[in-house]
Antibody, heavy 115, light 112 residues
Framework: QVQLVQSGGEVKKPGASVKVSCKAF????????VTWVRQAPGQGLEWMGW????????NYAQKLQGRVTMTTDTSTSTAYMELRSLTSDDTAVYYC????????WGQGTLVTVSS | DVVMTQSPLSLPVTLGQPASISCRSS???????????LNWFQQRPGQSPRRLIY???NRDSGVPDRFSGSGSGTDFTLRISRVEAEDVAVYYC?????????FGQGTKVEIK
């Protein structure tokens, strides 16, 4: 069955970078793009961006432009989201989801930014 | 950006009674292909979001038929015909028509 399995939680210092992975199972990876969404503690869902797994095209949220990079490795059916210059405002659970319409979601990765 | 406005933000419901959540968009969600990419998600406490409804009114596999979606253009509704204890969650609408995709603020459904 379709599954998205994300990497484990991370604790980072302000100014550092984090890279979260999302490995897909149960479907042809290159047939569906990957959306990244984050959720700060006690808050709603925030769309971060989307990557095409067939050609690598990306579309990022304007507020994250310049700090976020989304990539894929089709040989391992894995998507990656890297966020740089972290601040405490980036503390959140980060989710990957299949395609633009969010049909399936990963389990989430908690990224904590703290000095 | 398209603004998605949900109401109410909190919805206390009696078990077995119906519930309804409204979602309004700041512009039409009809895409050039004729489809309307309005989705509904359920997020139970401590869990990842789960999609319930896609393209306004299509239930995802395994979603109980007490959940239904309706609407068009800029005005959409998620209905639960008879609320059960397992429906306690936050519900989000999300538009996938325009870039960037945007979510509503979320509606917390709880049992009275």
């Amino acid at each position: 069955q379709v599954q998205l399995v994300q990497s484990g939680g991370e604790v980072k210092k302000p100014g550092a970078s984090v890279k979260v992975s999302c490995k897909a199972f149960g479907y042809t990876f290159t047939n569906y793009g990957v959306t990244w969404v984050r959720q700060a503690p006690g808050q709603g869902l925030e769309w971060m961006g989307w990557i095409s797994t067939s050609n690598g095209n990306t579309n990022y949220a304007q507020k994250l432009q310049g700090r976020v990079t989304m990539t894929t490795d089709t040989s391992t059916s894995t998507a990656y989201m890297e966020l740089r210059s972290l601040t405490s405002d980036d503390t959140a659970v980060y989710y990957c989801a299949r395609d633009r319409q969010g049909g399936y979601w990963g389990q989430g990765t908690l990224v904590t930014v703290s000095s | 950006d398209v603004v998605m406005t949900q109401s109410p933000l909190s919805l206390p419901v009696t078990l077995g009674q119906p519930a309804s959540i409204s979602c309004r968009s700041s512009q039409s969600l009809v895409y050039s292909d004729g489809n309307t990419y309005l989705n509904w998600f359920q997020q139970r406490p401590g869990q990842s979001p789960r999609r319930l409804i896609y393209k306004v009114s299509n239930r995802d596999s395994g979603v109980p038929d007490r959940f239904s979606g309706s609407g068009s253009g800029t005005d959409f509704t998620l209905r639960i015909s008879r609320v059960e204890a397992e429906d306690v969650a936050v519900y989000y609408c999300m538009q996938g028509t325009h870039w960037p995709q945007t979510f509503g603020q979320g509606t917390k459904v709880e049992i009275k």
